[in-house]
Every structure is written in structure tokens, then in C-alpha cells.
């Protein structure tokens, strides 16, 4: 039998569980550690069985469990280090009864963190809420602040214009950040700032269970994937994440300031295309 807690310990996680059933999240799991081969200890998987079995293009399985792709003899995928992110963060499941207003409701007039202080509005999200494709940002800037609603900015034009590209509309898709609230001069989210946000992102992916999600530039792609390695290095692969297809490709930003990757990008969005049986628009 386990010795009873400290009082200070048992108030921290009874105010952690007040924190995490604010945001609608009930219910948990406890990760169990299994030995490796090499004596090392790593989180167990807490992803859903992968999608679509049998599949021509190599699948790794993201979370907090390494990330690694199966190898074939013309195939190799580097392994993504393993990154532990907080415990019951990694065990949000999806809510019973969720929905989208739920969700939105459950945010509310959102001051869990800094980023509260100079918004003008919560950008949530915008589109499908039963879109097979989903594309996730980093976080609203100064024009999505003003409007409430993701990428309209010069960034949100040039992924309005490839998912066009691609044979589809905006209302076609789902469009959300991993963060909420615009950061002070849209600076790089801090990691206490993604804590607390994401759980909702979670939510949202859970109720719109899209067969796609396409992470925009690294913060997307690092908080999903549950990785500090730069987007470069396994931009373009198909990961698993809890039922759906991740991909993750340079951020619409990016590729204003470097043109020259729009190429690339182009590519990763064909890829998704064969996946969904799209077409790209005639021009």
C-alpha cells in the first residue's frame, strides 16, 4: 500500500485535477514504464491503433513514445527523439458528448495564461466540423486578433490559395492554431502557454476526427508529434496520430520569405491529395 501524500503534494495535484476538469478533461490514464532491450525505460504508446494497415508509405507513430518508422530495405526514417511532456496532458481523451461549442464554451473569456493580457479576441477555429483535412498553425497574429479568426492574414491568403489548389474550398477544411491568443508581437509560444492550450487543440481534433491533419511549421508539428527536432528533418512523412494521418510541411509564412520552398510544400499538400482522392483545380 502507497504512503499517504504530503499535504503540500495533494493540494498541487488536487489543484492540477480542478485545472485539467476546467478545461473538460476527466478522465485519465497512468503510463506504465517497460524495460527496453538496452536496460533504458520509455513511456508506453497511448495512441490509437494505427489507420489504414497495409499501407505503401511508411506510418510512425506519434506521442510520447518515440517516434519510429517502420524500415524497409529502400526506406529509412529517422527516429525522433523521445520527448516527456506532462502526464496528464499526454492522457486527455476525448470528452463524452463533445462538440466544437463545448469546447468553445469550456474556454470561455480564456485567463489561464499571460496571453490573455493583450488579446483583442480567442481565435478557436474555422470551417467543416466534420472536414476530413484539418491544416493547424502556431498561433493567431495581429490580423487574426482583430478578426477571431485563423489565418486571414497575408499568411492565411496563401493557404486559402492552396487549398484551392488542391480542389477545395475553405469551408472545406478545418483551420485552427495550437494556441488561442495572439502572442506579443508574434513571438514563438512558451512552452507553459502550449500546456495549456493544447488540451483543447486535442479536443477539437477529437470531436472533427479528420482522416488528415497537416501540421503549418514547427510549433504545430513539435506539439503534436511530441518532438524538439526542427520540422526539416521529418517534414513530408506520414505519421500516425491517435486514428488520423499527421503530415507536417513549412508554414505559409515561411514559405513569404522563402519562395523557393513553395515547391516542397506543394508536394507534402500532393501527397494529402492521393491520400483524400483530390484533384488538383484546373487553372
Not at 496532458?89 to 468553445?104: N, P
Not at 493583450?118 to 495581429?142: D, Q, S
Not at 521529418?234 to 500516425?240: M, S, V
Request: positive net charge; glycine residues 8%; proline residues 7%.
Amino acid at each position: 500500500m502507497s504512503p499517504p501524500l504530503a499535504k503540500e503534494t495533494r493540494e498541487k495535484v488536487e489543484s492540477w485535477l480542478r485545472y485539467y476538469e476546467d478545461l473538460g478533461i476527466r478522465s485519465f490514464y497512468r503510463e506504465r514504464l517497460a524495460n527496453s532491450a538496452a536496460g533504458e525505460t520509455a513511456p508506453a504508446s497511448s495512441l490509437d491503433a494505427a489507420r489504414g494497415e497495409g499501407e505503401k508509405e511508411p506510418v510512425v507513430r506519434a506521442g510520447a513514445a518515440a517516434l519510429r518508422a517502420p524500415v524497409t530495405p529502400a526506406t529509412k526514417i529517422p527516429t525522433l527523439p523521445i520527448v516527456q511532456g506532462p502526464s496528464l496532458f499526454e492522457a486527455a481523451e476525448r470528452v463524452e458528448g463533445d462538440t466544437l461549442e463545448r469546447i468553445r464554451e469550456d474556454i470561455g473569456d480564456c485567463t489561464r495564461c499571460r496571453l490573455h493580457k493583450h488579446r483583442t479576441n480567442i481565435v478557436f477555429g474555422v470551417g467543416n466540423p466534420k472536414a476530413e483535412l484539418v491544416f493547424i498553425g502556431e498561433g493567431p497574429g495581429h490580423d487574426e486578433d482583430i478578426q477571431g479568426i485563423p489565418f486571414v492574414g497575408r499568411a492565411g491568403q496563401l493557404l486559402t490559395q492552396m487549398i484551392e489548389a488542391m480542389g477545395l474550398r475553405r469551408d472545406d477544411v478545418y483551420i485552427c492554431n495550437v494556441i488561442k491568443c495572439r502572442p506579443p508581437e508574434n513571438r514563438t509560444p512558451e512552452k507553459d502557454e502550449i500546456a495549456t492550450c493544447s488540451p483543447f487543440l486535442l479536443r477539437q481534433l477529437a470531436v472533427i476526427a479528420p482522416r488528415v491533419i497537416v501540421c503549418l511549421g514547427n510549433v504545430a508539428a513539435q506539439t503534436l508529434l511530441g518532438t524538439h527536432k526542427s520540422i526539416s528533418t521529418f517534414r513530408g512523412q506520414w505519421f500516425d496520430f491517435r486514428g488520423s494521418r499527421l503530415l507536417a510541411t513549412y508554414h505559409p509564412a515561411y514559405l513569404l520569405r522563402n519562395p523557393a520552398a513553395k515547391g516542397e510544400v506543394w508536394k507534402d499538400l500532393q501527397k494529402v491529395m492521393t491520400v483524400l482522392g483530390l484533384r488538383p483545380k484546373k487553372r
